[in-house]
């Protein structure tokens, strides 16, 4: 066994240095770049707008249902499930940890990109989307490709959806699953083989439903899970608001920071913030993955635009605020000069929930950690599974048995992934992770034009529009 894992360990190592390596971090913000430049920077000159026709329409009151598929905000809310995951505490945990500081800045930068970028998915899902005999809602980055591109290029189409059934298991379930059976061992107790078998459980109740019972799963769970972790995270940040301009001047001296690292060469640090903020970046709000665009192909808004705008919406809210409340009660709690790093704490998430007890009273911090990670990872696990049946449906034109067949493996894979080596699924996530955006960023950047077309289309049609 302990051979199986170096090997795996070792050839993990290689694929991973490829799918995060230059050429990969200058496809990714390249690409979010390239895309805002080719819709004005919508993302900051039509800010105002999308907020008000995101979040703002959640409070007229009124709801819309379309039969089987979802409305726009279930789609939305199955979407920001599967990206407000562990990653929005662990993975920024271990990015500061392992990039200091400074990562929390790249992470913001790649953000910003990301916002267009996902919004540019959502567009493309939505206009190449196909509808069965049902009347349900396909689409994603495997038909937009498809589609969009013409049927020269199913190929890769193909690669998209093998890559993304296989990183269902990984960023989708493994990692999320291995760091909440880790906290709540740490914290109480629990056995991790009784976390797997309670997660498997409730995911396998839920995916049995469909994509129906997913988004309303998810549009009461995530409102719940994000409002319990902002309110704790503020309490952490007013209790010491007085360390805030302190702690971010660290963060942006970090990130620019020339010296050298581990006596390596001038300039290593900025090159591991870099990396780190933008790979937990990504990892977190998955702009450029090609992920989310499943789900909100499944919305019964009829325009692009108006689904596409809440990808903005989305990518501010995961990591502008969620993982920025965790970045900052852990450069706030000083538990990043804990003698022995990150390995002293024995996971990320540990690691995490040191840092909110160090601020607020007594263990109410793991308490609320370990509440965040249980419902982060449950909404992660319920989307991806969504998004895997979705990529082997595409695969194998939709067969019934197929998508049994992967809800079932995909259930049992909770409890592998509790079991499992937390640093060796993360790193198997990661590199997941890159090789699967690769494919979508092309089809990104070769239908930039038709993106443009939506977007100058859509906003064209609203007039006076207030920005």
Not at 27 to 32: A, Q
Not at 288 to 313: K, R, Y
Not at 402 to 431: E, N
Not at 460 to 465: A, D, M, T
Request: a positive charge; charged letters at 10%.
């Amino acid at each position: 066994m302990q051979n199986l894992t170096e090997t795996v360990t070792r050839i993990n190592g290689v694929l991973n240095s490829f799918a995060w390596g230059p050429v990969m971090l200058l496809l990714l913000v390249g690409t979010g770049i390239y895309l805002s430049v080719r819709t004005g920077f919508l993302q900051a000159s039509r800010f105002g707008y999308i907020m008000r026709s995101t979040i703002g329409t959640l409070f007229s009151g009124k709801k819309k249902e379309n039969g089987s598929n979802l409305t726009p905000f279930q789609a939305v809310s199955t979407a920001l499930a599967g990206t407000v995951g562990t990653g929005n505490i662990a993975g920024v945990t271990g990015a500061i940890f392992v990039g200091g500081p400074g990562a929390v800045f790249w992470m913001w930068v790649s953000a910003f990109f990301g916002m267009c970028t996902k919004y540019a998915e959502i567009a493309l899902a939505m206009k190449y989307r196909v509808r069965d005999d049902k009347g349900l809602y396909h689409g994603g980055p495997m038909y937009y490709i498809e589609n969009g591109l013409g049927k020269s290029w199913k190929w890769l189409a193909v690669v998209f959806a093998v890559l993304g059934g296989l990183a269902s298991f990984g960023i989708g379930n493994i990692a999320q699953s291995t760091e909440i059976a880790g906290a709540m061992e740490s914290l109480f107790g629990m056995d991790k083989l009784v976390s797997g078998i309670i997660l498997a459980v409730l995911v396998g109740v839920v995916l049995i439903g469909g994509v129906k019972r997913i988004g309303q799963v998810t549009s009461y769970l995530v409102p719940f899970m994000s409002i319990f972790y902002i309110l704790a995270g503020l309490l952490v940040i007013i209790l010491r608001i007085t360390q805030i301009p302190a702690v971010l001047w660290l963060i942006i001296k970090s990130a620019f920071s020339f010296k050298a690292v581990g006596g390596g060469v001038l300039g290593y640090a900025i090159i591991l913030a870099m990396r780190q903020g933008f790979a937990r970046g990504v990892f977190s709000n998955e702009a450029g993955l090609g992920s989310a665009p499943i789900a909100h192909a499944a919305s019964s808004a009829e325009e692009p635009g108006d689904q596409a705008i809440w990808g903005v919406f989305e990518v501010f809210f995961d990591t502008i605020v969620i993982c920025s409340i965790t970045a900052l009660a852990v450069l706030l709690s000083g538990v990043l000069d804990a003698p022995g790093g990150l390995e002293a704490f024995g996971s990320k998430g540990v690691a995490a929930a040191e840092a909110f007890n160090a601020i607020l009273p007594g263990t109410l911090g793991g308490i609320v950690i370990q509440i965040s990670l249980l419902f982060f990872a449950l909404s992660t696990i319920l989307s991806w599974g969504y998004y895997g049946s979705s990529c082997w449906g595409y695969l194998t034109r939709e067969n019934k048995v197929v998508r049994l067949v992967f809800q079932i493996v995909f259930m049992l894979m909770c409890i592998v992934g509790a079991l499992g080596s937390g640093t060796l699924m993360w790193d198997i996530a990661d590199t997941l992770n890159g090789l699967m955006a690769i494919p979508n960023l092309i089809a990104l950047l070769l239908l930039s034009g038709t993106v443009a077309k939506l977007t100058k289309d859509y906003f064209g049609s609203k007039k006076g529009l207030r920005k």
